[in-house]
């Protein structure tokens, strides 16, 4: 196993600062909104949030690592999909989390084109932004990187469900592999799509999300 291959599980890690830990990407309004009530209807929910980041942050992943793309408008493009506060939020708040924390890692000279990128005025510091222009500008191969990506995902979406209350651990951690492998298979058979062929498909999250600021007693920011 190369050591390459080791920084990649690294950044993949629960415990690499990213804030990601605060964040439940539509879970928690969709469990308080009765979305889901069942194992079941939670997979369901799941499943089309996995498909949701196939359709809609996978394509602007892959064209991260274009270099022919203008960075001025595809992050201009993903600013424009947030389509809710908390969602923003989220993703501003994780962005700004994943460079520092990759900059202490491999220090700052290392991502000057991805600071460049992703100014703090106005804000575009993304989380997808900076995590697509900062894992190429490192090396890290794009295949592994949209592995890493929905790992991650799908990994802090049953994280926020267990602690949550609305499944057990060893219960998420057999939807998790179930929903990866459906993950893997559904990465390997997608069209090579850039940003500007994303598009979403998972309208009840959205109006789930858009609604966690009115969730009276809440765990998560989103």
């Known amino acids: 196993m190369s050591t390459g291959l080791l920084n990649w599980y690294h950044l993949a890690d629960s415990a690499f ?10 879970i928690e309004a969709s469990a308080k909104f009765g979305l889901f009530t069942s194992r079941r209807q939670f997979v369901e929910t799941l499943r089309s ?3 949701q980041w196939i359709s809609y942050e996978i394509p602007f992943l892959k064209s991260c690592f274009n270099e022919e793309e203008d960075p001025v408008t595809l992050r201009d493009m993903y600013h424009a999909g947030m389509t809710s506060p908390p969602m923003l939020r989220g993703s501003l708040v994780q962005g700004r989390s994943m460079l520092r924390s990759l900059e202490h890692l491999v220090g700052a000279d ?4 991805t600071r460049e ?4 005025n106005p804000e575009r510091r993304h989380f997808l ?12 191969p794009l ?3 949209q592995n ?9 979406a049953i994280s926020s469900a267990i602690r949550l209350g609305c499944i057990g651990p060893m219960e998420g951690h057999q939807i998790q592999h179930q929903l990866l492998q459906e993950g893997e298979r559904l990465l390997s058979t997608s069209p090579e799509l850039d940003y500007r062929a994303a598009r979403r ?5 959205e109006i789930a999300q858009a609604g966690h600021d009115r969730i009276y007693s809440k765990l998560f920011q989103s």
């Open 17 to 26: 600062p990213t804030g990601g830990f605060a964040f439940s990407s539509g």
């Open 49 to 51: 949030a996995m498909e």
């Open 110 to 113: 290392a991502l000057a084109r």
């Open 117 to 120: 990128r992703v100014p703090r």
């Open 129 to 140: 932004l900076v995590y697509g222009w900062g894992l190429a500008e490192l090396g890290m």
């Open 143 to 145: 295949a592994e990187a």
């Open 148 to 156: 890493c990506f929905m790992y991650i995902n799908v990994r802090d």
């Open 201 to 205: 498909n998972a309208p009840a999250l």
